[in-house]
């Protein structure tokens, strides 16, 4: 689905999203009010530029309209694979992304991430997998690392991996393995206007829960059968 289609479909009572480059930024209308709208589309590379330019718009949200909720749209085939983005700390950009998401968070904006079609690696964790809450369009490729590249880095055979990916999520990639692990809270047959509010109506009401209620991923991953031990040992932890 092209971009302009998609943003129609998502909010049918107009925004101004504009397109810079594989940029989004902007606002839309639901039926809570008016959102601030950035991410990322066109399977982008997510680069220092695009990195600093999505913590920009974060904390510009925060300084001028407090507590306005954010959608992401995220659209990345994850981060750029650069020697020199490397040299210059990439990665801190990546976290100082993430900060900004958190503190918009801590200040009271609920936030919402909508995989549109790609979702890979540290393009997603960045800001994707850092909102309140994350849901998928279906046939969105969600993944960190494909199962060759996880071979290199593990040391385990391809063939056992794949062997693995069958039975476990935690090892295969797709929308419907991160549905499991409790990454994502919904898949969408279609991108609609009603979901993006239902969506932030559940985590404005999720917000006045006690503080340990809030983020229910975990446990969500232990009770859909994806993720068995997390949940365990971080109350054991705690």
């Known amino acids: 689905m092209k971009i302009n289609e998609l943003l129609q479909n998502l909010f049918p009572q107009g925004h101004s999203v504009q397109i810079q480059g594989k940029v989004l930024l902007g606002q839309a209308r639901i ?22 330019q999505l913590a920009g718009e974060v904390l510009n949200v925060i300084e001028k309209t407090p507590q306005r909720p954010i959608l992401f749209l995220v659209d990345t085939a994850g981060q750029i694979l650069s020697r020199g983005a490397e040299l210059l700390c990439l990665n801190k950009t990546f976290a100082h992304l993430a900060q900004a998401v958190d ?52 040391k385990i ?38 979901l993006v509010d239902e ?23 232990l009770a859909r059968g994806g993720r068995l031990l997390a949940a365990e040992i971080n109350a054991q932890v705690r």
């Open 31 to 52: 039926a809570l009010g008016e959102i601030s709208v950035m991410g990322t589309t066109e399977a982008a590379l997510i680069d220092h530029d695009i990195a600093l």
């Open 157 to 194: 055979d391809h063939t056992r991996l794949t062997e693995l990916a069958q039975s476990s999520p935690i090892f295969a990639p797709g929308a419907e393995n991160y549905l499991r692990m409790g990454a994502l809270e919904k898949i969408w047959d279609k991108p609609r206007g009603h």
């Open 103 to 154: 503190l918009a968070r801590s200040q009271g904006h609920p936030t919402f991430a909508l995989v549109t079609a790609n979702a890979v690696s540290g393009g997603f964790l960045a800001f994707g997998l850092m909102a309140d809450r994350t849901d998928a369009l279906a046939g969105t490729e969600v993944r960190v690392m494909d199962l060759k590249a996880m071979s290199r880095v593990t």
């Open 199 to 221: 969506a932030f109506q559940e985590i404005k009401a999720r917000a006045t829960r006690p503080a340990g209620q809030i983020d229910q991923r975990q446990q969500k991953g």
